[in-house]
Nanobody, 120 residues
Framework: QVPLVESEGGLVQAGGSLRLSCAASGRTFSTMAWFRQVPGKEREFVAAISGSGASPSYADSVKGRFTISRDNAKNTVYLQMNSLKPEDTAVYYC???????????????WGQGTQVTVSS
């Protein structure tokens, strides 16, 4: 019902950085998150952030390299990706909802997905 519009991904060399953004139209959500998916695998949790932004949560695979943040005045969530690895290659999806969770089925709204490719 409420569209989430993601920025375009891109092609990045290993060790490089990329920043994704996701803008929600019409309302602010208590929880916003990022997931990613590759062919043949389940959608994977990446990071989530509460409405206050005080307690972000990260998957072990990205902890220390990725940073999630939000700007409630702009209804936008960001994912700063540093020290990128080829294993980070995936379609990245923005998600929004009312419950803080790492399970993709519990989110109510989704972005269109954007491809991030990391070359070795």
């Amino acid at each position: 019902q409420v569209p989430l519009v993601e920025s375009e991904g891109g092609l990045v060399q290993a060790g490089g950085s990329l920043r994704l953004s996701c803008a929600a139209s019409g309302r602010t959500f208590s929880t916003m998150a990022w997931f990613r998916q590759v062919p043949g695998k389940e959608r994977e949790f990446v990071a989530a952030i509460s409405g206050s932004g005080a307690s972000p949560s990260y998957a072990d695979s990205v902890k220390g390299r990725f940073t999630i943040s939000r700007d409630n005045a702009k209804n936008t969530v960001y994912l700063q990706m540093n020290s990128l690895k080829p294993e980070d290659t995936a379609v990245y999806y923005c998600a929004a909802g009312w419950i803080l969770t790492a399970s993709w089925g519990n989110y109510n709204y989704w972005g269109q997905g954007t491809q991030v490719t990391v070359s070795s």
